[in-house]
């Protein structure tokens, strides 16, 4: 398995709660294609650097996750299909992404959303 991370930026005009269940889905859809999810957390709400859909702002979240190679393709059909999203994007982690992602989870700590071992 490989690790990969995940930013996608949902719509503003989300409330807090509809964006947190878009990204329990995608978490589950990750889980569904024979992945974990390791760590998850909320940028919030940010100005994009140019409008999207019309939307100077919107809802960002980072997750970095374990998953098969063949799973990445069918989880970013799902991005694409869900008019939620306005922008993703997934990268694979090598050795040192995934030691610089360790230390930076340490040293901001308490903002994130949820840590699996």
């Known amino acids: ?5 995940t930013v ?3 719509t503003p005009v989300l409330s807090e709660e509809q964006a947190k269940e878009a990204v329990q889905k995608f ?3 990750i889980g569904s294609l024979g992945g974990k999810v390791q760590h998850s957390e909320s940028w919030g709400l940010k100005k994009l650097a140019y409008p999207i859909q019309k939307k ?7 997750t970095q996750f ?3 190679g063949e799973a990445i393709a069918e989880l970013e059909v799902a991005f ?3 008019e939620r999203v306005m922008r993703f994007l997934t990268v694979r982690m090598d050795a040192d992404h995934i030691k610089y992602a360790e ?3 340490k040293r901001l700590g308490a903002k994130s959303v949820k840590t699996e071992a």
């Open 56 to 62: 100077s702002t919107g809802f960002y979240f980072l």
């Open 103 to 105: 230390s930076r989870r």
């Open 66 to 68: 374990q998953s098969p």
């Open 80 to 82: 694409k299909r869900d």
């Open 27 to 29: 978490e589950e859809q």
């Open 8 to 10: 996608f930026i949902l």
């Open 1 to 5: 398995m490989n690790s990969y991370e």
